[in-house]
């Protein structure tokens, strides 16, 4: 009975010890992070920033412990490639995007016409960042970018992105009433983030406001930075392929940092199962990928397998992960069928 009562009370202080750690250890990284916040400020200054500016953004700077942990947690870091595409271009997805296209089709068939690229990959980007507008994220990006910036993992990368965002509320390019979105940091129907905005958003309908949450502005952003970039208009981006054993590892991409090894279609010919049925010109200059290698254990490495193009590789610029381009491609592809 005694020890029952012993072992009661040193479980209590057990947990009023973790307690009092967690509570001290979040008011250290609060307080670690209130005189980041005022280094920051100084540094955004000297770039540039106005003092009024940078003071009234940075005012309701929190930081936000959430979005470290889903920058920890990305479905491009554990989802296979067949989960990922099928959760991202089911047919709820075309209908969804063929019903925006109908009741947006001048304005849409204005702007393919006008840059150059296809309307179904502009409704795939659009479906596949935010389901066309559903999950535009509430996030305040300034927090989320603070955090980020705070945080040791990228943080050159989230300081710049933030000391851009405030220029562009300093020259009032973007409302920093309207400045909420995903947790890390990205904005409007296209997500994107302040150096996107800063270097390929439109004000296409003219009313001296980029809206980035709006049909016009939106899609021709989106537009303007795929036509910048290289996006070659009618010109396929990926195409399945069955690998034979026989191919050489190095040929094998599976980082998104860099796509390496590239050679005409033809020269893979001895190494592509299905070769004869590729409907593609031998004489593109293509490269192989076999995203599932590094994230799935025990991987069969040749499965599956993918020929990618240079329109591929300019959706790795909108956003550095192998799976996402596939997705984004193939749901244009089911687009292409529909329209
Ligand atoms: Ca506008």
Redo the contacts with the bound molecule.
């Keep these: 009975m005694l020890l029952k009562k012993m072992l009661k009370k040193l479980i209590c202080i057990y947990i009023l010890l973790i307690i009092s750690f967690s509570q001290s250890s979040a008011f250290t990284a609060n307080h670690d992070f209130a005189a980041w916040v005022q280094k920051f400020k100084r540094l955004a200054i000297k770039s540039g920033v106005s003092e009024k500016v940078a003071d009234e953004v940075m005012s309701n700077a929190t930081y936000l412990p959430n979005v470290i942990k889903y920058d920890r947690f990305q479905p491009e870091f554990y989802e296979d490639t067949f989960t990922y595409i099928k959760k991202r271009t089911n047919k709820s997805k075309v209908r969804k995007g063929l019903a925006l296209y109908k009741k947006e089709k001048l304005t849409i068939d204005r702007i393919e016409k006008e840059f150059l690229i296809e309307k179904e990959l502009l409704l795939a980007l659009m479906g596949i960042e935010t389901n066309f507008g559903k999950y535009l994220g509430k996030m305040d990006i300034v927090s989320s970018l603070a955090t980020l910036s705070f945080d040791k993992r990228r943080s050159e990368f989230f300081t710049k992105e933030l000391i851009i965002l405030l220029k562009l509320v300093d020259q009032k390019i973007i409302d920093k009433k309207i400045l909420f979105g995903s947790w890390a940091g990205a904005f409007g129907n296209f997500q994107f983030m302040p150096r996107t905005i800063r270097n390929y958003a439109i ?9 980035l949450k ?1 049909t ?2 939106s899609f021709a952003s989106a537009a303007n930075y795929l036509n910048k970039i290289g996006w070659k208009k009618n010109i396929p981006c990926f195409t399945k392929i069955n690998l034979n054993k026989n191919i050489p590892n190095k040929y094998l991409n599976s980082s998104a940092r860099s796509i390496k090894n590239k050679k005409k279609v033809k020269y893979f010919k001895k190494y592509i199962k299905d070769y004869k049925d590729l409907k593609v010109d031998r004489n593109l200059e293509a490269a192989i990928i076999t995203p599932d290698i590094d994230i799935i254990p025990g991987a069969n490495t040749h499965t599956p397998a993918y020929l990618v193009f240079a329109n591929y590789e300019k959706i790795l610029n909108w956003n550095r992960s192998l799976r996402f381009a596939l997705a984004v491609c193939t749901l244009k592809n089911n687009f292409r069928d529909e329209i």
Aim: hydrophobic share 10%; glycine share 0%.
């Design positions: 004000d296409y309908n003219k009313n001296s406001t980029i809206e709006k016009e502005d």
